[in-house]
Nanobody, 113 residues
């Protein structure tokens, strides 16, 4: 049974940093990463990373967010720097095997002074 367990969300001031983690179990995934969904908006891509380390970022996240993974721990991370109020959203861990996608339960990130 596949499980994705996220941690690391919370409240941070503008300009601050957070690191999200997602521990996966039940399979080895070709692609892992993060999406986010703000209130009243559609879920959007944040960043993905393949098992060989190839990354893909949404343009608005480039330079501020860094996705990484530890294949030995089957864990994906998202380092978020210089956070802005518009980054406030529920962040979802995503993992994929071929065309089958799995999702975590989501972790809230709130950027506010």
């Amino acid at each position: 049974q596949v499980q994705l367990v996220e941690s690391g969300g919370g409240l941070v001031q503008p300009g601050g940093s957070l690191r999200l983690s997602c521990a996966a179990s039940g399979s080895i995934f070709s692609v892992m990463g993060w999406y986010r969904q703000a209130p009243g908006k559609q879920r959007e891509l944040v960043a993905l990373i393949s098992s060989d380390g190839t990354t893909n970022y949404a343009d608005s996240m480039k330079g501020r967010f860094t996705v990484s993974r530890d294949n030995a721990k089957n864990t994906v991370y998202l380092q978020m720097n210089n956070l802005k109020p518009e980054d406030t959203a529920v962040y979802y861990c995503h993992a994929r095997i071929l065309i089958v996608s799995y999702w975590g339960q989501g972790t809230q990130v709130t950027v506010s002074s």
